[in-house]
């Protein structure tokens, strides 16, 4: 598994594309720090970037990746490599390849302009975890989505539909939900139902981490005693872990009962 | 009319002191050895000279006219058990002394300084510490509060108390003075026709000014920073609010200025910056706001109910979360000729007003006044969308909520 989720990482690496995706938030930072001397803005507005982006470019990178390299697969395959370790590292190989593409394409920006000599460093940090945690779990769920359709373009009508779901149809439900339900308490349903997006469950970390958190008045304080406290941050990252995991799950399951 | 009247009154401060009899000195070692005794002593006009030392001291009650001067800052210690000076007369001046201790209570508002129906009196250079209400003037008027320092360290409103406390009084000016840690800065009651100019009001608890019954007052070239609830001007007509600064007033209930059931006033030249909300107004009639900054607020400007022939112009917007949020429209408020600066319209003929109105009021923000749970999606990709699309053409946010002659460049910001 670790051989081939060597090859596939380095050969990622070496793509045109990761170079490109790198350079995109490499610049994207580099302009933001330039235009603006405060840390905490730049911060929101690569939050903005990072949660649109990752996910998007994670679902496109997914199945884009498991369609092309098909041959190699099948080759693989013929091989006395067992399926799992096949398809684990392969996906390992890319998710790390988007994470160190971020990392490096906004982390380097952030430390040449100072970050952790500013009280954002905690922020930074919160960012670039949630963007590699979201890197994971949607290069897992296309790479799934990948496996289980042989058809191209149904996988990447099914993989781009998943993203919209969960970046902007999710929102939209929860919105009306909301306001149909306006007449009852709502922080705690408000709160449970962004726990099963982890898009949402990314922004309100960091937005309750940044300054905002005061705008949400009262619905703002439901959520920072819940995701400040010791529980409420293991519990968000948990949940945050098991969005991964359990597409993983899926990949290593389907894969074993494949036919190629 | 009320300059020529401060000037008159400046005039009087500068002879009175000036104008005494006979000096009585108090000092630790001299033959009179207690401000109360020094008071007891002293005829009509006298001057008390304090020397430098500690007193421990309360309840000094002053009944005649006369002068309180400290040499060296001397120190009154109430030892937390009760009110220091109490001044029930004609004309008085304290200057130069440091008053502490006073101690807590929950039955009476206890005092540093107490003036009580008292006219023509000067609190000047003092130092309160811990002082439960420093100043606390009650139906008296013509006074002068300058250049004193009122230090506390208040945990909650019930055990706290005020910085300066002003109750049926008229004609004060209340000026230089640095209140920080208590309930209320300065707090105004049943006052009408004072000035408070070139105070800073910092970490309080509660408000940094409050105001309340309060006619044809003046308050300019304040700072009003970090308090628990920032300002609050309420129930009050004829009041002019210019070159203050409002700022960091910032938490889940906090507002840079809140304005209720105010008539007739004028609110110019001030900078509200980083403030939850900026301007919070509820039923309040014929405003005039104008020339004033928001910046990097929550929301800049929020109005409530019942709000009539308000004029907001030439104000500038900078980057607030929500600019605008008006909760019922039909109203005659005008929003014209301001600065916002997420305005993306276009001037072709280059008079520097933008040629597309601008509607400052997103949908998100009248999504959230009446859902304000629907608060956690702030940022997200769906409520950009969905701003995105109001903005393009307006359906749910008020009709007049408009401003037709947006400014292309923000307007030059004054002196502070």
């Not at chain 1, 990447?156 to 306001?179: E, K, M, P, Q, T």
């Amino acid at each position: 598994m670790l051989k081939i989720f060597k090859y596939s990482f380095f050969d990622l690496v070496r793509s045109r594309w990761t170079y490109i995706y790198a350079g995109f938030y490499f610049l994207f930072t580099l302009g933001m720090l330039m235009l603006s001397s405060d840390l905490s803005k730049v911060v929101i507005s690569s939050m903005n970037v990072v949660l649109i982006l990752c996910p998007l470019i994670a679902t496109m990178f997914g199945v884009m990746y498991y369609y092309n390299s098909r041959e190699f697969t099948e080759l693989l395959l013929s091989q006395p490599i067992k399926r799992t370790s096949i398809f684990t590292g392969q996906f390992l190989g890319l998710a790390s390849s988007l994470s160190v593409s971020l990392l490096v394409g906004a982390g380097i920006p952030f430390l040449m302009f100072g970050v952790f000599g500013s009280d954002q460093a905690g922020n930074f940090m919160v960012l670039l975890f949630n963007g590699v945690v979201l890197s994971f779990i949607f290069a897992a769920i296309s790479f799934f989505i990948a496996l289980k359709n042989e058809d191209k373009i149904k996988g990447f009508g099914l993989a781009i539909l998943v993203w919209l779901l969960l970046a902007v149809v999710y929102d939209g439900i929860l919105l009306l939900g909301l306001s149909w339900f306006r007449d009852y308490p709502l922080e705690k349903a408000s709160l449970i139902a962004s726990v099963f997006n982890p898009i949402d469950l990314s922004r309100i970390m960091l937005l309750l981490k940044l300054d905002i958190s005061a705008l949400m008045s009262l619905t703002g304080a439901v959520y920072r005693k819940f995701l400040g406290s010791g529980t409420g941050i293991f519990v968000s990252v948990a949940v945050l872990l098991m969005w991964a995991i359990v597409p993983i799950f899926g990949i290593r399951k389907m894969c074993l009962r494949r036919d190629f | 009319m009320k300059k020529q009247f401060s000037t008159i009154l400046f005039l009087f401060y500068l002879w009175l002191p000036f104008a005494t009899g006979n000096t009585i000195v108090v000092c630790p070692t001299c033959e009179v050895e207690t401000i109360a005794d020094g008071v007891k002593l002293a005829n009509e006009c006298d001057t008390v000279l304090v020397k430098k030392g500690v007193y421990e001291e309360n309840n000094i009650l002053i009944e005649k006219n006369l002068t309180l001067l400290g040499e060296e800052r001397p120190v009154i210690d109430g030892k937390n058990s009760g009110e220091i000076i109490t001044v029930e007369n004609k004309y008085f001046y304290i200057e130069g002394f440091r008053i502490q201790n006073v101690g807590r209570s929950y039955v009476e508002d206890r005092a540093g300084i107490r003036i009580r129906k008292s006219t023509q009196f000067t609190i000047r250079n003092n130092e309160f510490v811990e002082a439960f209400f420093a100043i606390y003037l009650q139906n008296s008027s013509k006074g002068l509060v300058e250049n004193n320092l009122v230090m506390a360290q208040s945990q909650d409103e019930a055990n706290s108390g005020n910085a300066i406390h002003a109750w049926y009084c008229s004609y004060l000016e209340i000026a230089n003075n640095v209140v920080k840690g208590n309930r209320d800065g300065i707090y105004f009651e049943f006052v009408d026709n004072s000035l408070i100019h070139d105070n800073l009001s910092q970490n309080n608890i509660r408000y940094g000014l409050h105001f309340m019954f309060s006619d044809n007052d003046s308050y300019f070239n304040n700072e009003f920073v970090d308090n628990g609830a920032g300002v609050a001007v309420m129930y009050s007509k004829f009041i002019s609010m210019k070159n203050n600064v409002f700022r960091e007033n910032w938490g889940a209930a906090s507002y840079g200025l809140l304005l209720k059931d105010i008539f007739d006033s004028e609110i110019n030249y001030n900078k509200f910056a980083r403030n939850t909300i900026g301007i919070f107004m509820e039923t309040s009639n014929r405003l005039n706001i104008r020339e004033n900054e928001f910046s990097e607020n929550g929301w800049a400007f929020k109005m409530s109910g019942g709000n009539q022939t308000n004029i907001l112009t030439k104000n500038n917007f900078l980057h607030n979360t929500f600019d605008l949020s008006v909760h019922s429209a039909g109203s005659d408020n005008t929003f014209n000729g301001n600065y916002w600066s997420d305005y993306a319209g276009y001037d072709l003929d280059k008079d520097g007003v933008g040629d597309v109105p601008h509607r400052p009021m997103k949908l998100f923000s009248y999504v959230v006044s009446s859902t304000p749970e629907a608060m956690v999606l702030l940022r997200s990709l769906f409520v950009d969308l969905l701003n995105f699309s109001e903005k393009v053409s307006p359906i749910f946010t008020p009709e007049n909520v408009i401003d037709k002659t947006p400014l292309m460049d923000p307007l030059p910001v004054f002196g502070r």
